[in-house]
C-alpha cells in the first residue's frame, strides 16, 4: 500500500493544478475550433496539442518539460528559443508566394504598410501598461498577424514573454474569419464594398526574377535586423521564380514547411505551463494583442478611403484589411465579405497584393524594431 500510494503521488492526478486544468481545456478548445471550424488547423492542432502536453503535472526529478535542460522537448523548443524556426517558414512562404499582384499594381503596397501602423500604436498602449520597451515592441508586432515574425521578435526582445506573445499571435491569425469583417463592415459603406477593380496586368517572368533581388536589397538597407527574415522570404521566392531551382523550391514549400510547422506549433504549446503561462502579463498581451490586430485592419481600410479621395481608379477599401500578414486568410476574408455584398465581385486576386505587402511590412517593422530597442 505505501508503494501504492508513493505511485499514485507521482501520477498527474495528484499534482494536477487549477491553472493546469484550465490550460487543458485551452488546449481542448484549439483543436475544437481547428477541427469543427476549420480555423488555422495547421496552426491549432499542433499548438492545442502542445497545451496539452506542457500541463500534464510531473515530478520535479522528471526532466518533461520544454524549460528543463537536456530533455527532449527542450531540444525541439530550442528552434523556438533561438529563433532557427521562424526563418525557415519564411523560406517556405517565400518559395508559395506569387507576388504578380502586387507588382502589377504597386499602389497597394501602401496598404499594406498602412496595417503596419497597428504595431506602433500598440507599442505606445503596451509601454502606458508598464511594459519595458523592448516588451512593448515585442507585443506590438502580433498586430501584423505574422505568428513567425513575432515569435522571432521575441527572441530577441522579451524571450521571458515568448510562449504569451506566440499563443496570442497564433490566436488571432486562426480568428480572423471572426475579428475582421465587423470591423470591415463598420467602416464601409455598401456603395464601397461594391466597387468593382480592373483585372491585374500581367507581369512578365523578368520581372518576377529582379523583384526578389531589388526588394532584398531596399528593405534591408533601410532596416538591417529584418535581414533574417527577409533574406530568407525573398530567397526562397527567387528560387521559385528563377525556374532552374524547381527542385529546391518544391521542397522548401511543401515538406520543409509542413516539418517546421509541426515542430513549431507543437513546441510553443508545450511551453504553455500554466506555472509560468497564467500570469497578469499574460492577459495584458492578450488584449494588447486584440487591440493591435483591429487596429491593424482598421488602418489598411481606413488608408484605402484616403487614397480613393485622389484616385480616379477607385480601390475597393475591403481589400485593405488584407494590409496584415495573415496569408491568404485576409484575403479569402476580403473576398468572402465582398462576395456577399455581389457575388460576382471577385476581390480575391487584389486582396492578395496588400496581404504579401504585410508580410514584407512587418518583416521590415520587426526589424526596425529590433534595431532601436535592442
Same mark, same amino acid.
Given at each position: 500500500?505505501?508503494?501504492?500510494?508513493?505511485?499514485?503521488?507521482?501520477?498527474?492526478?495528484?499534482?494536477?493544478?487549477?491553472?493546469?486544468?484550465?490550460?487543458?481545456?485551452?488546449?481542448l478548445?484549439?483543436?475544437?475550433?481547428?477541427?469543427?471550424?476549420?480555423?488555422?488547423?495547421?496552426?491549432?492542432?499542433?499548438?492545442?496539442?502542445?497545451?496539452?502536453?506542457?500541463?500534464?503535472?510531473?515530478?520535479?526529478?522528471?526532466?518533461?518539460?520544454?524549460?528543463?535542460?537536456?530533455?527532449?522537448?527542450?531540444?525541439?523548443?530550442?528552434?523556438?528559443?533561438?529563433?532557427?524556426?521562424?526563418?525557415?517558414?519564411?523560406?517556405?512562404?517565400?518559395?508559395?508566394?506569387?507576388?504578380?499582384?502586387?507588382?502589377s499594381?504597386?499602389?497597394?503596397?501602401l496598404?499594406?504598410?498602412? #496595417?503596419?501602423?497597428?504595431?506602433? &500604436?500598440? @507599442?505606445?498602449?503596451? %509601454?502606458?501598461?508598464?511594459?519595458?520597451? $523592448?516588451? =512593448?515592441? !515585442?507585443?506590438?508586432?502580433?498586430?501584423? #498577424?505574422?505568428?513567425?515574425?513575432? &515569435?522571432? @521578435?521575441?527572441?530577441? %526582445?522579451?524571450?521571458?514573454l515568448?510562449? $504569451?506573445? =506566440?499563443? !496570442?499571435?497564433?490566436?488571432?491569425?486562426?480568428?480572423?474569419?471572426?475579428?475582421?469583417?465587423?470591423?470591415?463592415?463598420? %467602416?464601409t459603406?455598401?456603395e464601397?464594398?461594391?466597387?468593382?477593380?480592373?483585372?491585374?496586368?500581367?507581369?512578365?517572368?523578368r520581372?518576377?526574377?529582379?523583384?526578389?533581388?531589388?526588394?532584398? %536589397?531596399i528593405?534591408?538597407?533601410?532596416?538591417?535586423?529584418?535581414?533574417v527574415?527577409?533574406?530568407m522570404?525573398?530567397?526562397?521566392?527567387?528560387?521559385?521564380?528563377?525556374c532552374?531551382?524547381?527542385?529546391?523550391?518544391?521542397?522548401?514549400?511543401?515538406?520543409?514547411?509542413?516539418?517546421?510547422?509541426?515542430?513549431?506549433?507543437?513546441?510553443?504549446?508545450?511551453?504553455?505551463?500554466?506555472?509560468?503561462?497564467?500570469?497578469?502579463?499574460?492577459?495584458?498581451?492578450?488584449?494588447?494583442?486584440?487591440?493591435?490586430?483591429?487596429?491593424?485592419?482598421?488602418?489598411?481600410v481606413?488608408?484605402?478611403?484616403?487614397?480613393?479621395?485622389?484616385?480616379?481608379?477607385?480601390?475597393?477599401?475591403?481589400?485593405?484589411?488584407?494590409?496584415v500578414?495573415?496569408?491568404?486568410?485576409?484575403?479569402?476574408v476580403?473576398?468572402?465579405v465582398?462576395?456577399?455584398?455581389?457575388?460576382?465581385?471577385?476581390?480575391l486576386?487584389?486582396?492578395?497584393?496588400?496581404?504579401?505587402?504585410?508580410?514584407?511590412?512587418?518583416?521590415?517593422?520587426?526589424?526596425?524594431?529590433?534595431?532601436?530597442?535592442?
Amino acid at each position: 500500500m505505501e508503494h501504492l500510494k508513493d505511485f499514485f503521488l507521482t501520477t498527474g492526478f495528484a499534482q494536477m493544478t487549477w491553472g493546469n486544468a484550465i490550460m487543458l481545456v485551452v488546449g481542448l478548445v484549439f483543436i475544437t475550433l481547428a477541427i469543427t471550424k476549420d480555423y488555422e488547423p495547421l496552426l491549432l492542432v499542433p499548438i492545442g496539442f502542445g497545451i496539452l502536453v506542457g500541463n500534464i503535472p510531473t515530478s520535479d526529478t522528471m526532466l518533461l518539460s520544454v524549460y528543463d535542460e537536456g530533455s527532449v522537448l527542450s531540444y525541439i523548443y530550442f528552434g523556438v528559443k533561438e529563433g532557427l524556426f521562424p526563418p525557415l517558414i519564411f523560406l517556405g512562404i517565400g518559395a508559395m508566394t506569387d507576388f504578380s499582384t502586387m507588382l502589377s499594381n504597386p499602389r497597394l503596397i501602401l496598404l499594406g504598410a498602412a #496595417a503596419q501602423l497597428g504595431i506602433f &500604436i500598440t @507599442l505606445i498602449g503596451s %509601454l502606458y501598461l508598464g511594459f519595458t520597451p $523592448a516588451q =512593448a515592441g !515585442a507585443i506590438g508586432i502580433i498586430g501584423g #498577424a505574422d505568428g513567425p515574425t513575432a &515569435i522571432f @521578435l521575441a527572441t530577441q %526582445l522579451a524571450p521571458e514573454l515568448l510562449g $504569451a506573445i =506566440a499563443i !496570442a499571435a497564433y490566436s488571432y491569425m486562426a480568428l480572423v474569419p471572426v475579428i475582421q469583417p465587423p470591423i470591415m463592415k463598420l %467602416l464601409t459603406s455598401r456603395e464601397e464594398r461594391l466597387i468593382r477593380m480592373k483585372p491585374p496586368r500581367e507581369v512578365s517572368t523578368r520581372e518576377k526574377i529582379l523583384f526578389p533581388i531589388i526588394a532584398f %536589397l531596399i528593405c534591408t538597407m533601410i532596416a538591417p535586423g529584418s535581414i533574417v527574415l527577409i533574406g530568407m522570404l525573398f530567397f526562397g521566392n527567387l528560387m521559385k521564380e528563377c525556374c532552374v531551382t524547381d527542385r529546391l523550391a518544391n521542397t522548401a514549400r511543401t515538406a520543409l514547411i509542413d516539418i517546421v510547422t509541426i515542430l513549431l506549433g507543437f513546441s510553443v504549446g508545450a511551453s504553455t505551463q500554466a506555472q509560468t503561462f497564467l500570469k497578469s502579463d499574460s492577459l495584458k498581451i492578450f488584449t494588447l494583442g486584440a487591440l493591435s490586430f483591429a487596429i491593424a485592419t482598421a488602418c489598411g481600410v481606413l488608408f484605402a478611403k484616403f487614397m480613393n479621395l485622389f484616385l480616379t481608379d477607385k480601390i475597393n477599401p475591403l481589400i485593405g484589411a488584407a494590409g496584415v500578414s495573415a496569408v491568404p486568410d485576409s484575403a479569402r476574408v476580403v473576398h468572402m465579405v465582398g462576395q456577399q455584398e455581389d457575388p460576382n465581385n471577385f476581390l480575391l486576386m487584389h486582396a492578395m497584393a496588400p496581404n504579401v505587402a504585410g508580410v514584407i511590412g512587418s518583416a521590415v517593422a520587426a526589424g526596425v524594431l529590433w534595431s532601436v530597442l535592442s
